[in-house]
């Protein structure tokens, strides 16, 4: 059974950065994608960054340039590294991921609603304004 346990939220000031985990068990190295979505009070869940399993990454364009998506595949662990923090990446962050032919395919990563079989249960980032 796979199960995701996000953790490394927190609240930091405007411009400042943080780093989010993600740590997976039960996913076997190799043939699965992983992507954090994050979503705000009154908003729709979004896919904020998605990696594949070679190693191809894609982010939306409120964080291009300054969010950075990895993995360890030895710790099975994704990262998001989150630079010049803005007060509108508050949000409530999980991961997602999917196995082999279940991942989306490349263009709907970061697709709003997308079925993603597994969820971590979010950490909570706050930039404060």
């Known amino acids: 059974q796979v199960q995701l346990v996000a953790s490394g939220g927190d609240s930091v000031q405007i411009g400042g950065s943080l780093r989010i985990s993600c740590v997976a068990s039960?996913?076997?190295?190799?043939?699965?994608?992983m992507a954090w979505f994050r979503q705000a009070p009154g908003r729709e869940r979004e896919g904020v960054a998605a990696?594949?399993?070679?190693?191809?990454?894609y982010y939306s364009d409120s964080v291009q340039g300054r969010f950075t998506i990895s993995k360890d595949n030895a710790k099975n662990t994704l990262y998001l590294q989150m630079n010049s923090l803005k007060p509108e990446d508050s949000a409530m962050y999980y991961c997602?991921?999917?196995?082999?032919?279940?991942?989306?395919?490349?263009?709907?990563?970061?697709?709003?609603?997308?079925?993603?079989?597994?969820w971590g249960q979010g950490t909570q980032v706050t930039v404060d304004s």
């Open positions: 990696i594949t399993s070679d190693d191809a990454t």
């Open positions: 039960g996913l076997f190295s190799g043939c699965y994608c």
């Open positions: 997602a991921a999917d196995l082999g032919l279940r991942c989306p395919p490349r263009g709907r990563l970061l697709q709003r609603g997308w079925p993603w079989t597994y």
